[in-house]
């Protein structure tokens, strides 16, 4: 299930979130993973930019990205 679904250019993206914990470290740092919704489908992941040491904490960080960072997100990873 979709988190949010932004657009960028022609497509439509559902977009997850998770968290993943680095070897040897007690935070969590968040993961977003991109879903194009269109014919031809594609994904991707990539970490976010915030870390915590509480998983909820870091889903209520991550609930404060606006869709325009996301879209941000996309744009950086189809330059």
Same mark, same amino acid.
């Given at each position: 299930?979709?988190?949010?679904?932004?657009?960028?250019?022609?497509?439509?993206?559902?977009?997850?979130?998770? +968290?993943?914990? %680095?070897?040897?470290?007690?935070?969590?740092?968040?993961? /977003?993973?991109?879903?194009? !919704?269109?014919?031809? *489908?594609?994904?991707?992941?990539?970490?976010?930019?915030?870390?915590?040491?509480?998983?909820? +904490?870091?889903? %209520?960080?991550?609930?404060?990205?606006?869709?325009?960072? /996301?879209?941000?997100?996309? !744009?950086?990873?189809? *330059?």
């Amino acid at each position: 299930m979709a988190w949010r679904v932004v657009a960028h250019g022609d497509t439509t993206w559902n977009v997850a979130v998770a +968290a993943e914990r %680095a070897p040897q470290t007690s935070s969590w740092r968040l993961v /977003l993973s991109f879903r194009s !919704a269109g014919p031809q *489908r594609t994904s991707f992941w990539t970490p976010y930019p915030l870390v915590s040491q509480s998983k909820s +904490a870091l889903f %209520a960080q991550a609930e404060q990205i606006s869709n325009d960072k /996301l879209t941000a997100v996309l !744009a950086d990873h189809f *330059r």
